[in-house]
């Protein structure tokens, strides 16, 4: 090869500069999600949808249970104070929205962070261990799916008393048993992977391979798991207080407005629409973040 030639080849084979390199996972991760513009936009929305249920309702001039005795039942209007209308009861609907917003995503995001801790860690330990310790854990998830849902949630509405933290444990309580199994399932294909034994043959502990190897390589269809989570929560959230074990009066959520504005419909669609259009809007996002989230966070597409 002529020494004229050798600029050129060196050219073509010089290193390329792969996003992120040197970074950690996190920050790799990061700049692989701002790629993904309807995962960001997504994420947008929330915050903005958060943000919005957080600080409207101090903004508004009715509160959560105020009363305008002249106007019942009173539609959308922008010339008036109540922009999104009134209820049967006089009460702003806007503002019950907003409040309701924050009772729906709390219980959604706490109860959704409660199973995932537990599913994930459960399911892990289960699968890298095996053997006997697999099949006596993996047993314990199956009596606890035999359980009926809301027999376990009326005993410990019995037990502890009705409040809103144990909506939140009832919830996350119930909701880990998929997750354990779905991360199990992932272990089980990742232990005898060739990093899993390097690991073990430099003397990691168990705990570190767990933590460090394992959870994070599973992690794909986790996050796309949780997205379908939150959702799920929600309407577990509505189905209680529908049936008059989760949220009670004054407070509400967009369950209990969806479940009122049903029984409505046809003389006020204003009280099924508004809650709905929320609810929809927060599931799409939440769909498309999670879209996002898995092409990011998964190692097999690096």
């Known amino acids: 090869m002529s020494q004229d030639n050798v600029p050129s080849v060196a050219k073509s084979v010089a290193p390329q500069t792969f996003l992120g390199a040197g970074d950690s996972l996190a920050m790799d991760a990061w700049h692989r999600l701002r790629q993904n513009k309807a995962a960001m936009g997504s994420l947008i929305i929330l915050v903005l949808l958060a943000a919005v249920c957080l600080v409207g309702p101090l903004l508004l001039p009715w509160g959560l249970a105020d009363v305008d005795w002249e106007n019942f039942m009173s539609p959308p209007s922008l010339e008036?104070?109540?922009?999104?209308?009134?209820?049967?009861?006089?009460?702003?609907?806007?503002?019950?929205?907003?409040?309701?917003?924050?009772?729906?995503l709390s219980v959604a995001l706490v109860a959704t962070a409660v199973s995932l801790v537990i599913g994930v860690l459960y399911g892990a330990i289960a699968g890298y261990f095996g053997g006997r310790i697999d099949s006596l854990m993996m047993r314990f998830v199956d009596i606890m799916f035999s359980l009926p849902f809301m027999f376990m949630?009326?005993?410990?509405?019995v037990v502890f008393g009705r409040n809103i933290l144990l909506i939140y444990a009832a919830i996350?309580?119930?909701?880990?048993?998929?997750?354990?199994?779905?991360?199990?399932?992932?272990?089980?294909?990742?232990?005898?992977?060739?990093?899993?034994?390097?690991?073990?043959?430099l003397g990691v502990k168990d705990s570190k391979i767990v933590t460090r190897h394992l959870i994070p390589n599973a992690i794909g269809p986790v996050i796309v798991y949780v997205t379908l989570t939150v959702p799920k929560v929600i309407l577990l959230e509505s189905f209680l207080s529908f049936l008059g074990l989760g949220v009670q009066e004054p407070l509400t959520s967009w369950g209990v407005l969806i479940s009122e504005g049903r029984?409505?419909?046809?003389?006020?669609p204003w009280l099924l629409v508004t809650p709905s259009v929320f609810l929809a809007v927060t599931l799409f996002c939440l769909n498309f973040l999670g879209d996002g989230l898995r092409d990011a966070l998964d190692p097999k597409t690096r």
């Open 80 to 104: 008036s104070t109540h922009y999104l209308g009134t209820d049967a009861n006089g009460r702003d609907l806007l503002v019950r929205t907003l409040y309701g917003g924050q009772i729906s």
């Open 263 to 268: 029984e409505m419909m046809e003389s006020a």
């Open 172 to 201: 996350g309580a119930v909701e880990w048993l998929d997750m354990a199994r779905i991360v199990r399932g992932q272990v089980l294909a990742l232990k005898r992977r060739e990093f899993v034994e390097a690991a073990q043959a």
């Open 153 to 157: 949630v009326i005993l410990l509405m």
